[in-house]
């Protein structure tokens, strides 16, 4: 019965050094474990760093886009402003001159007219201007 509790004992410390030799490994297993996932972490938190940085920079060019596209609209809608006035002056002057020809003709005619009708003495038409040539001339036609 002696020899029996000897090899129990022998038997459990060899059981012993075999959990501690387990323990050990899987203590050390964890600890590259984290070592790991602390790397992998470090990693993960360098590339978000990136990215909100990347953000921010979009975010930037996205406002300053804004901004401009704003200006832009803003140019164009004016100029178009512009061009509609310019339009509206050119008609009104279109009507204008259209007005005045239409004044201006009659006026020749109704001149044509009295010039039929009138008598000049004879030696008004000794020169080569005529009275009809020095109305136009004197009131700028």
Known sequence: AVVSTQSTGGQRKQEQIISIERSSKERDSLKSQQKTDGEVAQKLA????ELRKQSGLLNSRHDSMVRSLRAETKIKMDLFSALGDARRQTEELS???ELKSKEHELLKQRFAEAMAVSTF???SFVTSTTAS???????GF
């Not at 360098?46 to 760093?49: I, R, T």
């Open 95 to 97: 009507h204008k001159l």
């Open 46 to 49: 360098f590339e978000l760093d």
């Open 133 to 139: 040539d020095t109305f136009y001339s004197a009131n």
């Open 121 to 123: 003495p004879t030696s």
